[in-house]
């Protein structure tokens, strides 16, 4: 039922609408892309379009806008694969060499970035730290009687706590803690660390049973340093510019969403795909964004998935600048985390 030329008005409906805003009637299509056909045939192309779902009418007078089902078949049929250019390329490589020194950098970045070039919301998840592996622990001096205890994983990520030193431990007592912690542990994921498993470290210890609990305490500690997903979100301003936000109490109801922060890692939820997967209006799970789409990445250090990267804004988005963005971000955002490593 869809032959080529409803699939060329269609085509030049959603192409058109995410231009410029506004319902798009036949003589505009006529006018703008040579199909060949009137603006006649094209009203009677438009109307068995509307019948099928693809394209809706806001007012009798009006011209057409897509649905949520011309988007979903303008994404999975008739958008051509693009990708984003050199320049492009370059500015987010130059984008980071300047103004990222850490991991945690990468990510406020990458979500500036993500908004800069699509001007809809950004959402970065970082890993969880429970999914990577443990790479070692060290201690750094503070002061007479609190040291830094800094927990390293391969991913890169540092974390450090301040805290005190037990009552007749030497700093070279940590030292020999944190060798046989590492010893034993280097290499395993955070989540398949069991204190149970820990008894084994005794053995390097050997000091006495009182400094062994301490090393326990100390790993105790590390363990519990960041069990949760970091959510970085970038051009939340964005919105105001959108006509499908013109109304402030949508507005208002999004942005309290947007400080949900375990709502929207629940959205995310980073899943082992390759690609880039677009969900558009009611096909998102919350129902706060049914206005909305959102087109979502995962990234992967070493082979495996540590998290995503999405883009979320009205479902008049530009989907194939968005998808191209995302796609770059799939395929090399790893290589960006893996120079940061510790």
């Keep these: 039922m869809m032959d080529q030329r409803k699939r060329s008005i269609l085509q030049a409906i959603v192409d058109d609408y995410i231009s410029t805003a506004e319902p798009i ?102 890993p969880q730290v429970s999914k990577c592996a443990f790479k070692y622990l060290k201690f750094l001096p503070f002061d007479d009687c609190r040291t830094i205890l800094v927990v390293v994983t391969d991913t890169g990520f540092v974390e450090n706590k301040v805290i005190d030193i ?76 959108q006509p499908e936000f013109k109304n402030i109490d949508k507005v208002k109801s999004f942005l309290g969403m947007l400080e949900e922060e375990q709502l929207l890692c629940d959205i995310l939820q980073t899943q082992d795909n390759d690609g880039v997967i677009v969900t558009i209006g009611g096909e998102n799970k919350y129902s706060g964004i049914k206005d909305c789409s959102m087109v979502q990445a995962t990234y992967r250090i070493d082979g495996q998935v540590v998290g995503t990267v999405a883009v979320l804004g009205p479902t008049r988005m530009d989907y194939g600048k968005v998808m191209s963005v995302l796609e770059f971000m799939h395929q090399h955002l790893g290589e960006v985390l893996k120079k940061y490593k510790v």
């Design 25 to 126: 009637g036949s003589r505009t299509i006529a006018r703008k892309h040579a199909l060949g056909v009137s603006p006649a045939t094209i009203r009677n192309e438009m109307a068995d379009l509307e019948l099928l779902g693809y394209i809706e009418q806001l007012h009798t007078s009006s011209g057409r806008i897509p649905s949520a089902k011309g988007y979903r078949f303008y994404v999975d049929s008739l958008l051509a694969p693009t990708q984003i250019s050199d320049k492009e390329i370059a500015l987010i490589k130059n984008w980071y060499k300047a103004k990222t020194r850490h991991v945690a950098e990468v990510f406020q970045e990458t979500a500036k970035i993500l908004s800069s070039m699509t001007n809809n919301i950004s959402l970065v998840l970082a």
């Design 166 to 241: 037990p009552k007749g431990t030497s700093f070279n007592d940590l030292q020999h803690i944190a060798a046989s912690i590492n010893k034993r542990l280097a290499g395993l994921s955070f989540d398949k660390i069991k204190i149970d498993m820990l008894r084994e470290i005794q053995r390097d210890i050997v000091v006495d049973a009182e400094l062994f609990e301490i090393a326990m305490e100390i790993l105790r500690q590390a363990l519990v340093v960041e069990k949760n997903e970091r959510l970085y979100l970038g051009g939340t301003t964005q919105l105001l510019s």
